[in-house]
């Protein structure tokens, strides 16, 4: 009997405990729902792709609660997924090459579910000319590293590091045909040395 009642407060500390460290630290566990299609009007997808990259932009200069980071990015991927879903792709002849960045950075920046659907879309869009190679760099790098595998541009830091990375040798060759700088002038401007292991 004394044992269970010795078990019942030691687990009703850590649930208590547990409680505490989840309510202080309610900011960084947001929820803010699952992504919706929004009404849009596709004659001002231009504009609205405008307020979409300031956001994106600002939202990441700033030092704000993670709660409103998360808001923010929230509605802008709703924004950018409904012109997707209503509109269509947009391309170069329809909006600027900064309102296509902004597509590319609402998908870069949301959950791995949604970046690989639309990943196909990416890929047309840089054979078309209408998003960079290094768009596509950067995004094929990033879905590697969501499924736990190496990636082929050594543009995904993890933790201070290099995340893992596929036949180092040749990553400044598969860099140069994205139009990238060398590996170790873009890891030295995150003071990380690059030191291949093969």
Request: charged share 30%; glycine share 6%; proline share 4%.
């Amino acid at each position: 009997m004394k044992r269970k009642s010795i078990f019942l407060l030691i687990f009703g500390l850590i649930i208590t405990a547990f409680g505490g460290f989840l309510y202080l630290n309610r900011d960084n566990f947001t929820y803010v729902g699952q992504l919706e299609i929004v009404d849009i009007d596709c004659n001002n997808k231009g504009e609205i792709l405008d307020s979409v990259f300031e956001s994106d932009q600002r939202i990441r200069k700033t030092d704000v609660p993670f709660k409103q980071f998360a808001q923010e990015d929230h509605k802008n991927q709703e924004l950018v997924i409904s012109i997707i879903e209503k509109c269509g792709m947009p391309t170069l002849k329809e909006v600027s090459r900064k309102q296509m960045d902004a597509i590319w950075l609402v998908w870069q920046h949301t959950d791995e579910n949604h970046r690989k659907k639309y990943f196909p879309l990416v890929e047309l869009a840089v054979n078309k000319g209408d998003l960079s190679k290094q768009n596509y760099a950067l995004m094929k790098d990033r879905i590697l590293m969501d499924e736990g595998k190496p990636q082929l541009y050594g543009s995904q830091i993890q933790n201070g590091k290099l995340y893992e990375l596929e036949a180092p040798s040749g990553v400044n060759e598969r860099r140069k045909s994205m139009d990238m700088e060398p590996l170790e002038d873009y890891l030295n401007k995150f003071g990380i040395e690059y030191k291949p292991k093969d």
